[in-house]
Nanobody, 116 residues
Framework: QVQLVESGGGLVQAGGSLRLSCTAS????????MGWYRQAPGKQRELVAG???????NYADSVKGRFTISRDNAKNTVTLQMNSLKPEDTAVYYC??????????WGQGTQVTVSS
């Protein structure tokens, strides 16, 4: 079993920055993918950014140029640096990890609120 612990959410004014982190622990042989999703009230959960074990990344069009995802393989940690935040970025952000080839794990979610 793999556990995910997220940190770094909070309240920030528009134009500000936040940094989210997620660390995986437990029985881990390999982590194939690490990513961040978000879900705003009344909306479906959507992909924000993801990173493969080799370092390839993908981003939602709405966050390109503002958000940066990175990972530390030695620490099983993924980080999302969010700059130039907008009110529409307000959501609960969830860490997602695919580990041990087939295991799909989710964090508990962390609230990000951007005030205008």
């Amino acid at each position: 079993q793999v556990q995910l612990v997220e940190s770094g959410g909070g309240l920030v004014q528009a134009g500000g920055s936040l940094r989210l982190s997620c660390t995986a622990s437990g029985i881990i042989f390999s982590i194939n993918y690490m990513g961040w999703y978000r879900q705003a009230p009344g909306k479906q959960r959507e992909l924000v950014a993801g990173i493969l074990s080799g370092g390839s990344t993908n981003y939602a069009d709405s966050v390109k140029g503002r958000f940066t995802i990175s990972r530390d393989n030695a620490k099983n940690t993924v980080t999302l640096q969010m700059n130039s935040l907008k009110p529409e970025d307000t959501a609960v952000y969830y860490c997602n990890v695919i580990a041990n080839l087939r295991g799909n794990y989710w964090g508990q979610g962390t609230q990000v609120t951007v005030s205008s």
